[in-house]
């Protein structure tokens, strides 16, 4: 028997007090208890039935049962490399110290500050004079202090 849905049902700790929002807290091999329905298909020359779950509650742990292949043991590598492919990165040896001149670490660039203008990154940026490429420069609409006058809405507060 097994149940089906196209939504992932709301998980709920064993006596169902506690929403359990982590999705992967139940695992294949865990112990589970559904609330679900059960719906006859109405096909009298197939006939069957729909089983739908609604929740689930945690009710204990088992051994985790893996699926699938183990990609370790179906042969990868074991091939001589083809003409032309190179098994470290082509262009020279990768040095991250070299090469983007921080930490080898990337969890040493947790507490950096953002780089200054003209200390890193993009160079300063000059705005586009008009004339000159970009967008000529634009003049405030006339009449008082610039934009349009307010109007009223008198539909939006009640």
Do not use: C, W
């Amino acid at each position: 028997m097994s149940f089906s849905s196209g939504f992932a049902p709301k998980i709920y700790n064993r006596d169902g007090s506690q929403q359990l929002l982590d999705p992967d807290v139940v695992k294949l091999g865990y112990y589970i208890e559904v609330a679900g329905s059960v719906e006859g298909n109405n096909n009298q020359g197939n006939p069957g039935v729909y089983l739908n779950h609604s929740m689930v509650a945690l009710a204990g742990y088992g051994e985790e049962i893996h699926t699938g292949p183990d990609a370790s043991s179906v042969g990868f590598g074991g091939a001589a490399l083809p003409p032309g492919a190179s098994a470290t990165p082509v262009g020279g040896q990768f040095n991250p110290q070299q090469n983007f001149g921080g930490p080898q670490d990337p969890l040493a660039y947790g507490n950096q500050q953002a780089p200054q203008g003209g200390q890193g990154g993009y160079p300063p940026q000059q705005a586009p004079q008009g004339g000159q490429g970009g967008y000529p420069p634009q003049q405030a609409p006339q009449g008082g202090q610039g934009g349009y006058p307010p109007q009223p809405n008198n539909g939006f507060a009640k």
